[in-house]
């Protein structure tokens, strides 16, 4: 797998609308306009395209804030792996290029939050070490994994 920065706003618009429903909730119902998240994720997050040399495509992205140095945590937005892929240790590798990009940046946890509904995505991030740690809304979870 390699993995590209993202820097157009083109090409993330284009992902973020390629992956909308690629959860339980879309990410347009849970952020609003598609455009207008595309342009806070290029300002203050990092943004990383996914590609499978193998199968000679794109494999999906994932978008993070990275730049919180007072909690040194790492805030993971979006993960999203496209369908023919899933299963085949991408989420996987993007948390441990997480867990890096955390290392290497004086980062101590990285944290996200979940749909309770979606129990894959549960089962995925207990499998790779989080925890939940508290409720974030009646539809979702935090869930937190030291690095």
């Known amino acids: 797998m390699q993995f590209r920065k993202i820097s157009s706003l083109e090409e993330m618009t284009q992902l973020l609308t390629e992956y909308d429903d690629s959860a339980v909730r879309t990410i347009s119902s849970r952020t609003g306009d598609l455009h207008t998240y595309a342009k806070k994720l290029l300002q203050y997050g990092e943004n990383v395209a996914l590609f499978d040399e193998r199968e000679h495509m794109e494999a999906g992205f994932v978008s993070f804030y990275g730049n919180d140095a007072v909690n040194q945590t790492i805030y993971l937005t979006v993960i999203a792996i496209h369908p023919r892929l899933k299963g085949r240790g991408f989420g996987t590798a993007v948390i441990k290029y997480l ?21 894959g995505a549960v089962r995925f991030y207990r499998k790779n ?18 690095i």
């Open 129 to 146: 070490g989080f925890q939940i740690t508290e409720e974030a809304s009646e539809e979702s979870f935090f869930m937190e994994k030291e």
């Open 99 to 119: 867990e890096r990009f955390g290392r290497e940046h004086g980062r101590s946890r990285i944290k996200l939050e979940v749909d309770k509904e979606n129990t």
